[in-house]
């Protein structure tokens, strides 16, 4: 049977078109530490932005990397532990992607990175966070964008880079941190 050769084309041509975008989406978040890449970086803009806890806010001309995947999650998931008030007012911007809710600073609460959020999947879940010789469980109730930020949904704050773990207060508090420690800390992370 005999095709015709337009049609061939056209063929190869989709099929060329699908082998890229696969080998572009496994660059971008293939599953080695090292090889989670930027997908772009975001204009800062200057605006009010909720300086609690010594919040980064988008400065003009600067620019931001965007990430949509995180390194993978093991047993030991290597991260930084950043603060974040849930609370109403609070410099983590609008309520909670999980449950649209806000959450006291004495709740036991995070949000992650957006590739470790993965689109919502472990919302409401717990996961144990090891740092300063302790370990504590908290709920995961929101994502810490690591797309969008420098707006007013974002707190006028950039993206998150993509290894964050941003805790309420009471989590630092938990883990026996505070003072001089809050803000970044080395950390692991897994799921409960």
């Not at 941003?166 to 989590?171: Q, T």
Request: proline letters at 5%.
């Amino acid at each position: 049977m005999n095709v015709p050769s337009n049609t061939t084309s056209a063929a190869l041509v989709i099929l060329l078109v699908f082998a890229s975008f696969n080998l572009s989406f496994g660059v971008r978040y293939s599953p080695h530490l090292d090889q989670c890449s930027p997908i772009g970086y975001l204009s800062g803009q200057d605006s009010n932005c909720n300086t609690e806890h010594d919040s980064e806010c988008c400065k003009a001309g600067e620019t931001y990397p965007q990430y949509y995947c995180s390194p993978p999650v093991t047993d030991e998931t290597s991260a930084t532990l950043t603060i974040n008030s849930f609370a109403e007012g609070g410099d983590g911007g609008g309520p909670s992607e999980c449950d649209g809710e806000y959450h006291s600073d004495d709740e036991m609460v995070v949000a992650l990175s957006t590739g470790w959020y993965n689109y919502g999947s472990r919302c409401l879940k717990t996961i144990r966070i090891n740092a300063n010789g302790r370990s504590v469980l908290a709920k995961v109730v929101d994502e810490c964008d690591s797309i969008n930020g420098c707006d007013a949904d974002h707190d006028f704050q950039p993206p998150c880079h993509n290894n964050i773990v941003d805790a309420s207060p009471a989590v630092w508090a938990a883990l026996g941190m505070s003072g001089d420690d809050v803000g970044e800390y080395q950390i692991t992370w897994s799921e409960a």
